[in-house]
């Protein structure tokens, strides 16, 4: 990423691309919001709701990033031209100088500068080149007048066609690539300043889509809105499912999977790769984000139109993105970064509704593990450890008994009883006896091979097996009945003919063991090893920065984060300027105090009146409704009929 040496004016207020002639107050913070993206600040904006916030903060956020991308394309060129013209200047004086060691270490310098400036103008053609491309193949699509292959169509694809969509091994280990990965292949391209625009629901997000249309930003701006599998999922057989934990489990299984959906008629319970996971549907569904800004229920009717999965076509155009809109955790949580591949080195971080900013942090890095989560594990990894302990290596074997042991202890915990008590991270291992184990370590075994992908797999093959006892009674319980049956007809042998003739018939019964019986469904459960994980996770966690409240009352295990900086230091660490904005931001303090502590030279207060003037407002007192009951809005009468 390339850094100007140059600085930005501020703009006049007509040159933001504001759709609507913009009040005073608009115009003061789009002006003052550029001002702190030219100066890498954090702006805490408070403009109340119904001013046009959030297309505000739009508008002046896409100016600034239009005129940051001009003036890095031409001070880039600039500078080459004149580490050149250095450059030939030195080397002419130390063609004459007698010391040609030291004119030699003069040019080291330009020379070095002037290779990197050349490899980012490369790097620069490169992207500019691939944007033509997504525009061409647009443009091709549009000319051909015919729509791509619905997603209703891969049922009936040939075996050919097929093959072909299991061809694409790039996919398979998306979810397993590793933190380190996404910047080293960042490092390969051009990375312009990218401006990720949070808020709390999708819903709002969708408004944002809708109003950047409105502007002369939306026919250029490349903007993508990233969200969940829940969400963007158009797989019939992973939305069915109803609980999150379940369609993501499903879609990883279904990454994987080697088999097409055409092999699936032969065996059920096999699960068949994704059809709509081909390469080409991707990409068309990918340049089609790119081209146009669309918001989610957009990207799940293009994606059913390409036949493609919204949810990785968004991931894979999202390096190319220049607006990116995600909800609070997908930007909050440090996993769920890591996840989606986010670089917030130098990026532009707008929170909109940012007045639950600290309760959000805290809400989404709590985790809770209940008795009923600790026994399936238990079970589960006790099941795996067994059937694959010859297979383990005595490394792998150590780490999986070193986490039975942990589960163990907190079962014994929560079954202990008592009182519900409050307790730091090291008073909760050293209670459980597992202080002495490594949990950094076991962390990092599970996410390198995978524990958990693994155990979910072994947990659904579990349970499809049938257990001794579900098909038939043991072998005891079968001699028993068969000596029983025996005893009764010799004792009745004087008996009736029907009354023999039952009895031989009841005896045949009694020799066969009854007619196996179809296995209850059970209904779905997710796998408890994801909770476990992020409930050790928050175990290595600063013991000053949260508690855990122990309750065997209601046999749950919850970790309580105390501390929200410990988690939001980073965003504020990478990113160029941080934006927090709000309705009702005031008072501030305990937010700077907590989040900004470590940079508060950085930190700009700016707030704002309502839009509508004092004088242009009359209130009115209404004591009783239209039909002369009394208005009375408390928790009470919520459910009144007269209310």
Sequence with gaps: MYSPR???????????????????????????????????????????????????????????LRQHEQLVRTELLQRIDEVQTQLKQLQMESAQAEDWITAQSNTRTQRLELEQLHRLREL????????????????QQKEQHRPARRASDLKETPVEEQEELNSDEELDNVESVSDEQPAELQSERFRD?????????????????????????????????????????????????SNIGLINERCLDMAQSKISANAVSKSRQTLSRCAYKSSAQLQRLSDAALCEPLDIEELVAEGSTHGGCPYYATRAAQSQAQLLLLPYPMLLQRSARQQ?????????????????????????????????????????????KQRYARRLSSANLLRINQLLYVVRRLLQLLEAGGEPRMLRTYELSAEGDFFNIDLHELLEFCARTR?????????????????PSENRPP??????????????QHCQTLGKGKRKAADEKADDKAKQPPQSQPAAQTPAMPSPFRPLLAFLETLTSNAADGRVLLNPETATLKYLLLNPAEHFADIVKEARALIIAGGTMRP??????????????????????????????????????????????SYAERSSPAM
């Excluded at 620069?124 to 443009?139: N, V």
């Excluded at 900013?357 to 594990?377: K, P, R």
């Design 588 to 633: 501030t303090q305990e937010l700077t105090e907590q989040l900004f502590a470590h940079c508060p030279e950085r930190v700009v207060e700016r707030f704002y009146d309502h839009v509508v003037p004092a004088d242009a407002v009359l209130p009115f007192i209404l004591p009783t409704g239209p039909t002369g009951a009394r208005l009375c809005f």
């Design 193 to 241: 300043v990218q401006i990720f625009f949070c808020s709390r629901t999708h819903s709002q997000l969708s408004q944002i889509v809708a109003e950047l249309r409105k502007t002369p930003h939306g026919q250029s701006v490349r903007c993508i809105a990233l969200g969940s599998r829940q969400q963007l999922c158009i797989n019939a057989q992973v939305r069915k499912l």
């Design 475 to 488: 072998p005891t319980q079968q001699l028993l009945q068969r000596l029983a049956a025996q005893h009764e």
């Design 124 to 139: 620069l053609q490169q992207k500019e080149q691939e944007l033509e491309q997504i525009k061409h193949r647009k443009k």
């Design 6 to 64: 140059k600085s930005l004016s501020t703009p006049a207020a007509h040159e933001f691309g504001f759709p609507y002639t913009p009040y005073e107050i608009q115009e003061q913070l789009m002006q003052q919001l550029f001002q702190v993206l030219e100066h890498k600040q954090i702006g805490i904006f408070e403009s109340p709701t119904g001013t046009g916030k959030s297309l505000t903060l739009t508008c002046g956020a896409l100016t600034w």
């Design 340 to 384: 989606l591949g986010l670089d917030l080195r130098g990026a532009i971080i707008i929170v909109d509704e940012a007045h639950n900013l600290l309760d959000t942090i805290a809400q989404l890095h709590s985790s809770e593990l209940s008795l009923a989560q600790l026994q399936l594990a238990k079970q589960q990894l006790s099941g795996y």
């Design 451 to 467: 524990l958990a992908q693994k155990m979910q797999s072994f947990g659904r093959q579990q349970q499809r097996e049938p257990q």
